[in-house]
């Protein structure tokens, strides 16, 4: 007969949970945090403690995300009684993998200010409720920061994604790395080190994650690289003779622009050129010039900055032959490859999705061919029936890469196409738009040229921001008199961001109806 020692169960009226140490970590899919959790676990019985976690799965594509639970004791040789899941105020080291993350440990009472330390990555992924918004819909970083420091006894909040990246590995290495730094356990850090030896598996390069974070944790655990300058073009271009020499030009005459819009400038002339030509690019200037003109250093130049800024993105709108160019650039596969950390020789197969409509094909044709096909519906009906499919191409197979750069060959004949007089007409009224305006509202004027920030995309997209673009501007007439109609315009331009149904501009509209 086998007989089996049983642990000492706790004493009736004993309080046990004061030894206890409840760990929240809440990742998404990706993140690595079941092996966080089999990580903290570990190191917790290589210590002498015992460990028990378990598992929330969250709801897909970033609207919840997993919470995993772990809580650890000293092995005092009775039996522990853990719980299963995390209570509101009862959380002392929460783990996010990422900052809105945090944000929502908060709102839900796992963080408090007597107890939790709060081990958060700085950086960002994007939840499909802010990617949806029209406009910027991303969440603000500033205000979670600033609460969770409020919120939390401690706070370790740095971007642990770059270590993991920057070290080859996943964000889960330099979480863990973070938890060791911040003291929040009383384990050395060498047990940690060993409990990575032994999963067996990335042991390197989760270790380099580790130590890099667990050094920025001790160190105080925050952000310390400075804000990254912005961006400044000083690589040569190359190319033929003469178009180098039609470049050199283009650039004396931005280096002869006022000091102030001169790095806008700069960047919208390389925008446009690349898209285009020199030719394109001396257009743009032009443009430009005319805008100088309404502008002065007293105001700032702000009107001419707005100015050298979406006229260059009025410029290059996004057609058939645009995306069929940027598909088939070199420097596309490279980005591919460096994204996916593709080394060597390996194949990689890619699958462009298409769906184009009649309007994308008529907005190729020559005026009088695509204006002959657009003025007929039912021609334009059988033609779409037959064109408007959901296509996919692969651009790493021969055929299919040849298809898209033959595409993109018809480049230089883009500014004799339909679309591109579409695009050209719609521009020239919109800044003739600005011209008028801000000779008479001058901040008025800079609003009207911001509203183009309104259109963009591509197909669909491209059609749903023009109509709000219209509707936006239909309401400048009844504001145009108003001494705050440059306050009034900013907001109709922001009520048509805030949704893609624009409830919000109707709102809006309707509310200068009534001025």
Known sequence: MNVHALPDLPRRGEDTTRSIIKIAVLAVGGQGGGVLTDWITAVAEANGYRAQSTSVAGVAQR??????????????????????????????????????????????????????????????VLAVSEKIVPGDGRADRDFVEITAEGASHKLICFDMEKIALDAGSVISSS?????AGSGALPFARETYEATIRDSGRGVEASLRAFRAACDQAEAGGRDTAPTPAKATYTTAPVGPAALLDAWRVL?????????????????????????????????????LDAAIAKDSAAA??????????????????????RVADLKTRSARDDRLRREQDIKGDVVVQVTEYFHPRIEEVCGTLPPPIGRFI?????????????INKGRRIRTDSLSGYVMLWVIGTLRPWRRSLLRHKVEEAHLDTWF????????SNYDLGVEVLKCRRLIKGYSDTHARSHSKYARVLSGLPVIASRSDAADWLRRLREAALMDEDGKALDGALKTIATL
């Open 374 to 386: 657009e003025s007929r519906p039912k021609l334009a009906a059988w033609l779409d029936r037959r």
């Open 175 to 179: 979480l863990f790395g973070a938890l």
């Open 63 to 124: 609207t919840g995300a997993t919470i995993y639970y772990v809580e650890m004791a000293p092995d005092t040789g009775r039996a522990p009684v853990f719980s299963l899941s995390p209570s509101q105020g009862d959380v002392d080291i929460l783990i996010a993998a990422e900052l809105m993350e945090a944000g929502r440990a908060i709102v839900r009472g796992f963080v408090t200010p007597d107890r939790t330390t709060l081990i958060a990555s700085s950086h960002r």
């Open 251 to 287: 650039t004396s005459r931005v280096d002869a622009l006022p000091k102030a819009v001169r790095d806008m400038a700069g960047r919208g002339l390389r925008k446009v050129v690349d898209y285009q030509d020199t030719a394109y690019g001396a257009a743009y200037l032009d443009r």
């Open 432 to 439: 003739a738009t600005a011209q008028t305006t801000v000779v």
């Open 300 to 321: 700032e130049w702000r009107y001419a900055i707005e100015a050298a800024k979406y006229l260059a993105n009025a410029m290059v709108y996004d057609d058939i032959i």
